[in-house]
């Protein structure tokens, strides 16, 4: 199994352009996550999906989208690209609601925004 | 709201044990977990404790207790690949159902 991959692995976007963040897993897990995480701090859940077809809101959803037309798929959306938005990001994903608490990562996304 | 404190730094001696503390504010908590993340690299998970008590594995224990909102990681026999940040995550169910994590423990480890 690859796990969870994510693409790119980095990427510089100027001010106003739009990118995906893609992220997929093949260990067919229900739950799957996108998290942030700026330098020196802890990870901040931006979307999370509970199955194909559900996403909802975690604590900075603000200036992004996903969506969950797959169990393998949750691509990120970033349409107007800020500075604010540079950052980390770390896709995750989860057996089912009982071992939630066991989350396996990706290697994650560079993304810099000038 | 939701919160949690931990160390931001702590510091040991090869071959020692440390203890990283973690203590939380939720509603709804379900479960406190603990993560490792190497510079550069992705987290990984470590341990889970949904009941008070002591969970070993290995080098790594865990511990949680949830009347005082409290949980530790306990590192014995520290090598020098354990420098790395750990995070405290703890589960919450209300009306979500997701994960919160802490800001991160650096842990320094000296020859």
């Known amino acids: 199994n690859a796990g969870v991959t994510q693409t790119p692995k980095f990427r510089i976007l100027k001010i106003g352009q739009s990118m995906t963040l893609q992220c997929t897993q093949d260990?067919?897990?229900?739950?799957m996550y996108w998290y942030r995480q700026d330098p020196g701090m802890g990870l901040k859940l931006i979307y999370y999906s509970v199955g194909a077809g559900i996403t909802d809101k975690g604590e900075v959803p603000n200036g992004y989208n996903v969506s969950r037309s797959t169990t393998e798929d949750f691509p990120l959306r970033l349409e107007l690209a800020a500075p604010s938005q540079t950052s980390v990001y770390f896709c995750?994903?989860?057996?089912?609601?009982?071992?939630?608490?066991?989350?396996?990562f990706g290697p994650g996304t560079r993304l810099l925004v000038l | 709201g939701q919160s949690l404190e931990q160390p931001s730094e702590v510091t040991a001696v090869e071959g020692a044990i440390v203890q990283i503390n973690c203590t939380y504010q939720t509603s709804g908590f379900y479960g406190l977990s603990w993560y490792q993340q190497h510079d550069g690299g992705a987290p990984t998970f470590l341990s889970y404790n949904a009941l008070d008590g002591l969970e070993e594995t290995g080098r790594f224990s865990s511990f949680l207790s949830r009347s005082d909102s409290y949980g530790y990681l306990l590192l014995q026999e520290l090598q020098m690949k354990d420098s790395a940040s750990y995070f405290c995550a703890v589960r919450v169910m209300n009306r979500d159902d997701k994960i919160i994590f802490g800001k991160g423990t650096r842990l320094h480890i000296l020859p």
């Open positions: 995750a994903s989860s057996y089912s609601k009982g071992r939630q608490e066991t989350q396996y």
């Open positions: 260990m067919n897990h229900n739950y």
